[in-house]
């Protein structure tokens, strides 16, 4: 009985504001934080429309509960004791919206953003090391030993990562974090592949495709791509680049997508 009249103290409409608030700092919480992986204004604006929405059925779901929920702004708009708050309210919040609006309406004085892919679409083939390769087949050809033979598998990983230090560090840094020491030089920075929306989305094959043929590699259909990539075929071997693959997968501790699962 008295959870039942606590629970009624707090008045519906102020119930409803603070479920969507709850709501909305949970999204921060779990993108912005936990995943690290802000939600563009654009989405996070629908999300919110669909939450509000939900939240005003859910508490309009009978006679009662809609009575309930407009009952504050009623009184305020009808009750004459409460002349002096009603035009403390009506005078507030068109002063705050005006004040968004013009902010938002504020022109930027930053250099105007290019359109980048981080991961454009690959071709279907590939040519690098002299040969062609198909890359809705192509497959990295250590990769099998991970479980036919484990000794060696680590092997292969140390391998590519003492070619990681010698050749990517520099950009990619020794954390594979993007923050090298040449980092901050180059427009756009290099990727940072701890984070889950880079390598962890691809198949081997695209990363072997992109370090390759670097840069220059990329496909004229969708230019201008910006990317300081050096075309690393130049400069290792076929099999270190498959070498580095297995490194930057097995330092992350991510799994490259594969073929079967798509």
């Known amino acids: 009985m008295t959870a039942q009249k606590t629970r009624s103290r707090v008045p519906r409409l102020l119930q409803a504001v603070l479920v969507v608030v709850g709501i909305y700092l949970a999204f921060r919480v779990i993108f912005d934080v936990i995943l690290g992986q802000p939600i563009p204004a654009s989405l996070m604006v629908m999300y919110m429309f669909f939450v ?37 309210v009506f005078i507030i919040v068109p002063l705050l919206v005006s004040a968004i609006v013009y902010y938002k309406m504020q022109p930027s004085l930053d250099a105007p953003l290019e359109l980048r892919s981080i991961h454009p679409a690959p071709p279907a083939s590939v040519k690098a090391f002299g040969k062609r390769f198909d890359l809705t087949k192509l497959e990295n050809p250590y990769r099998k030993f991970e479980k036919q033979d484990p000794e060696k598998f680590r092997e292969l990983v140390a391998e590519g990562g003492v070619v990681y230090i010698q ?15 040449y980092a901050q030089g180059l427009n756009p920075v290099p990727l940072n592949f701890q984070d889950v929306g880079t390598i962890a989305q691809l198949q081997e094959s695209f990363l072997f495709w992109r370090i390759a043929t670097g840069g220059p590699g990329l496909p004229k259909e969708a230019t201008p791509w910006i990317s300081s990539m050096p075309v690393w075929q130049n400069f290792l ?24 699962h798509e």
């Open 52 to 88: 509000i929405a939900g939240v005003f059925m859910v508490f309009t779901f009978t006679e009662e509960s809609a009575r309930e929920l407009v009952a504050p702004i009623k009184a305020l708009v009808d009750d004459p004791g409460k002349k002096n708050i009603r035009n403390v």
């Open 167 to 181: 050749n990517c560090q520099y950009c990619h840094g020794d954390k594979l974090d993007g923050n090298g020491p």
């Open 237 to 260: 071997s076929e099999e270190e680049i498959w070498k580095v693959i297995l490194y930057l997968y097995d330092y992350t501790g991510r799994r490259p997508r594969s073929w079967e």
